[in-house]
């Protein structure tokens, strides 16, 4: 069994910034990729960010390139979302999750990942 929990969400003014961190606990974490998702009230949840184990790889949703950066630190069993320039539509519940396979791309669709954490608020006032 696999726990993520996440943590860094708050409010913050637009253009700000916020760091969001999943900590993994249960496995080793290293072997996974992990991505960030997010869902805005009554809208659907989606990708923001992934990355794979090794970190050489990962991706973004279009919206947020050249402001998110996703990182990770296999040590300390973490993954980092650094989230610049921050606006109002960015606001939502932002979740990290894991596959139960450790498969060596990206993955892009809410369907493929196993383990989720609660989730964290994020919300950007104009």
């Known amino acids: 069994q696999v726990q993520l929990v996440e943590s860094g969400g708050g409010l913050v003014q637009a253009g700000g910034s916020l760091r969001l961190s999943c900590a993994a606990s249960g496995r080793t974490f290293s072997r996974y990729t992990v991505g960030w998702f997010r869902q805005a009230l009554g809208k659907e949840r989606e990708f923001v960010a992934a990355i794979t184990w090794s970190g050489e790889d990962f991706n973004y949703v279009d919206s947020v390139k050249g402001r998110f950066t996703i990182s990770r630190d296999n040590a300390k069993n973490t993954v980092y979302l650094q989230m610049n320039s921050l606006t109002p539509e960015d606001t939502a519940v932002y979740y990290c999750?894991?596959?139960?396979?450790?498969?060596?791309?990206?993955?892009?669709?809410?369907?493929?990942?196993?383990?989720w954490g609660q989730g964290t608020q994020v919300t950007v006032s104009s």
């Open positions: 999750a894991a596959p139960l396979a450790p498969y060596g791309r990206i993955l892009y669709r809410k369907e493929e990942y196993d383990y």
